[in-house]
């Protein structure tokens, strides 16, 4: 069983730009979520998905941050423009069942906003 | 609201050490409390967990046990090798709300 996919693995942009991130989930698993380190710190969460739909968009910092989920298979989060604190590494991960079931995660995609 | 704090890193001990990396928690309700570890070049994987008070979480000879009284959940292992250095994760979730809040992480290293 493939796990967790995540492209790229390293983005450079220039602040300003527009990076787009994407997560290819776990076959089957309807529960897709999106967290980030930002320089050293602790893993924040984002986001949410169950299928298509976004069941906590909480973390999400601001309105330059979109996630999308169409036919509630792969992920991408688009960063529009880019800010230097966006820097960090974004993980994703995924799960079958809410509630007790483990959280399988991605390698991450290193953002580095010049 | 929930927070995790971890014992600040990094660690570095010798190959056959016993480690512990320190783990307490706030939450609101009754959490669940996982370890995750890094491996380099590779994403996070749960290591062990623990569900209600007591529960004693342990794999590949690491163990952690869910304190209640003291809010903690610390990791441990008798005899450590180069093989485990790595960045650990300690982090909850509470029932009804899945998402994971996490500590800084812990880099350890193992030497030879």
């Known amino acids: 069983e493939a796990g967790v996919t995540q492209f790229p693995s390293h983005s450079v942009i220039e602040k300003g730009q527009t990076v787009t991130l994407r997560c290819d989930p776990i076959?089957?698993?309807?529960?897709l979520y999106w967290y980030r380190r930002v320089m050293g710190k602790e893993i924040k969460f984002l986001l949410h998905?169950?299928?298509?739909?976004?069941?906590?968009e909480s973390g999400m910092p601001n309105n330059r941050f979109l996630a999308e989920r169409t036919g509630g298979t792969y992920s991408t989060l688009k960063v529009q423009p880019a800010e230097l604190e966006d820097s960090g590494v974004y993980f994703c991960?995924?799960?079958?069942?809410?509630?007790?079931?483990?959280?399988?995660f991605g390698p991450g995609t290193r953002l580095t906003v010049l | 609201g929930n927070s995790v704090t971890q014992m600040e890193g990094p660690v570095t001990l010798s190959e056959e050490a016993f480690l512990t990396i320190n783990c307490t928690y706030t939450?609101?309700?009754?959490?669940?409390l996982f370890w995750y570890v890094q491996y380099p070049g590779e994403g996070l994987q749960l290591l062990l967990k623990?569900?209600?008070?007591?529960d004693k979480g342990s794999n590949k000879g690491f163990e952690a046990t869910y304190r209640k009284e003291t809010t903690s959940f610390h990791l441990e292992k008798g005899s450590v090798q180069v093989s485990d250095s790595a960045v650990y994760f300690c982090?909850?979730?509470?029932?009804?709300?899945?998402?994971?809040?996490f500590g800084t992480g812990t880099r350890l290293t193992i030497i030879p």
């Open positions: 991960a995924s799960s079958r069942v809410k509630y007790t079931d483990t959280q399988y």
């Open positions: 076959s089957g698993h309807d529960n």
């Open positions: 998905f169950v299928k298509e739909s976004k069941q906590d």
């Open positions: 939450a609101t309700g009754y959490p669940s």
């Open positions: 623990a569900t209600k008070a007591d």
């Open positions: 982090a909850l979730s509470e029932f009804g709300n899945e998402k994971l809040t």
